[in-house]
């Protein structure tokens, strides 16, 4: 479940962490399958990431039936230091609203 790139290297941007939270905001009653299959990891991995987020109170979940519902937590502040003073609401935000329209850019008026 590595999906290397040589060309860029195979680190990414976002941590596993954020991909997980990012996922479980996009569908707060996503399986830990799927989110495995869709950050690209092992459900194990996928379960201790989930507990971490949880434990750090980013997460709460309910049952419903015999599945879980997710509920993120976006007035939580980052955790290192210098980003505690912003909440991780805007970044899930950024990555959960469908981008707009895209649309061609202005041109400045000629002389």
Do not use: K
């Amino acid at each position: 479940m590595n999906s290397r790139d040589p060309e860029t290297g195979d680190w990414t941007l976002l941590t596993t962490h954020a991909r997980v939270l990012v996922e479980i905001a996009r569908d707060p009653e996503v399986r830990m399958r799927d989110l495995a299959a869709a950050c690209d990891m092992t459900e194990r991995s996928i379960q201790g990431i989930v507990a971490d987020l949880e434990s750090a109170g980013f997460l709460s979940h309910t049952r419903v039936g015999r599945r879980n519902r997710y509920t993120v937590h976006t007035d939580q502040p980052f955790r290192h230091h210098t980003h505690a003073d912003y909440e991780v609401g805007p970044l899930l935000e950024l990555f959960t609203t469908p981008p707009a329209a895209t649309q061609e850019p202005l041109l400045p008026d000629e002389p």
